[in-house]
Structure formats: C-alpha cells, structure tokens
C-alpha cells in the first residue's frame, strides 16, 4: 500500500526493496523490479536480510507487530519506521499519513495538496451521502474456518459505513479490530440486513451459485435473496493498495452501492455486484 502512494507522490524512483511482491497489483513496482531498478526482498514475514543489506537503504518502512519485535532486521543497524497507518480509525486519519512520507520522501508539498483534495472530496461525499432518507444496514466478510471475523464498531470500516449512510450491524462494538463471531450469531444478528459485501482473492470472480455451494446456509441471508451482495476481487483489484490513503474512491463506491440515486452515472472501482 505504501509503494502505491509513493509512485503517486512521485518518489518511485526512492523505492530500494519491497516485501510481498506477489500480492502487488500495481504495475509500474512490477516493472521496475523486472528491469532491476526494485529488489524483491522476499516475505515481510520472513525478509532477505543479505538483499536488505545490499540495498544500502536509508531506512526501512515497515508495520508495527503488537508485543513483538522484527527479528533479525532490527540487527542491521539501518532505522525503522514504523507504519501503523492500519491502527487508525478513522479513514481521513489513516490518509493524513501521507504527510509523514510525504516528509520522509522530501516530498511535503505534493503530499499536503494531495491530502487537501482528499480531505475534500471525502467531505462532500460524506455530506452529500447524509442527503438521503434511507439508511440501510450492512454487514461484511465471510467465515474462515468456524470464524466468521467481523470489523469492530470502532473500526475504519464501521466508519466509512457510517459515512456513507448505512447502519453498520455491529456499529455498537467497542473494538477497532476485527473479532470473532459464531455463523449462528452472524446470522442471527445480520439475516435481515439489506447488503453484504464481501471482499476475496481468487482467479475468476465470485457468483452466488458459487458462494452456495461454498457454504449453503449462506443463502438464508436476506441480502443473497435479495441479491445484494456486492464483491470485491483483491487478485484482480488494487484495493490494499489504494483505499488506505484514498477513502474517498471506497466511500464514494459506498454510496453507489447504499444510495444509487446519489450518484447517476457512477461506475464503482472496487464493489460491483455478484453475477448468478
């Protein structure tokens, strides 16, 4: 997600090293490490120590663990700036970290423009979404396992929710994180709730045919009869990469989504609509 706000600040050619590399969807990182100009630095779990080495960086960015540390990285003696961008719960909040690279990168003055116009756009919309008289409710993700991790009532998701004029199911929880909850306590609480979104990563893009034969109490949701579930592919869409400091792209497909009659004309870039 980073790479993504650097190329847009226009200090890609700053970039030493990435971590995850197959997970990028972003062409011009792709590129730049096919011709050698970006060393692929391995797994962020597991990073290439000798490669991180060789690049001579100035410093290197990374996420923050709760309660752990960084391994064999932190013995390099190269400084470590810590990203916790994703502890942030409000969506303008976690943008305004632009600033921070964009004074990392020498690049303060397209970094605080950048950040104005999305401040404002983000405003607008938001205004714009608290026109309507509907306010229907919405719920998110999928199980894993026997888990179903929901966003808490506290989290950057619940806000941007919020935001865009939904009633988000659980926006009563007190936690910023995702938690745990039961299919049965899912369903209970979120059978009747208008839409579903739902975001996943594979080759061809979700249907509903597909997600009954995934898990058949799933089409006991009201919002799979009404066919309301709108999914958002990662493998084929830069969605890490892009809302974390563009909230303003993810309410406005909100919107869309919540409020049709809001925004004539509008495509989303990241939820569409699930095919049969």
Wanted: glycine content about 6%; overall charge negative.
């Amino acid at each position: 997600e980073t790479a993504g706000i650097l190329q847009e600040l226009g200090a890609l050619e700053q970039i030493g090293g990435v971590c995850d590399l197959r997970y990028s969807n972003q062409p011009a990182i792709l590129e730049r490490c096919t011709a050698g100009k970006i060393t692929d630095a391995g797994n962020s779990m597991n990073p290439d120590i000798e490669k991180i080495i060789d690049m001579n960086p100035d410093a290197i960015l990374l996420s923050p663990f709760e309660n752990s540390g960084y391994g064999p990285i932190e013995k390099t003696g190269i400084p470590l700036v810590e990203c916790a961008d994703y502890m942030e719960t409000s969506p303008l909040g976690r943008a305004e970290w632009i600033k921070l690279f964009g004074f990392l990168y020498g690049k303060e003055t397209a970094a605080d423009s950048l950040f104005s116009r999305i401040e404002q756009e983000y405003t607008d919309l938001q205004k714009q979404a608290q026109n309507s008289s509907e306010t229907p409710s919405v719920f998110s993700e999928m199980k894993s396992g026997s888990a179903w991790y929901v966003p808490g009532g506290k989290s950057y998701m619940a806000r941007i929710f919020a935001d865009a004029g939904a009633n988000y199911i659980w926006n009563r929880n007190q936690q910023s994180g995702s938690f745990p909850l039961s299919f049965e306590v899912v369903f209970d609480q979120a059978h009747d709730a208008d839409f579903w979104l739902i975001k996943y990563y594979q080759d061809k893009d979700k249907t509903y045919n597909e997600i009954k034969k995934d898990y058949a109490p799933y089409a006991n949701f009201k919002a799979f009869q009404k066919k309301n579930i709108y999914g958002c592919n990662t493998a084929k869409i830069p969605y890490y990469e892009e809302f974390p400091f563009h909230p303003e792209r993810l309410l406005k497909d909100l919107i869309k989504i919540f409020h049709p009659e809001l925004l004539p004309g509008y495509q989303p870039e990241y939820f569409t609509s699930l095919s049969e």
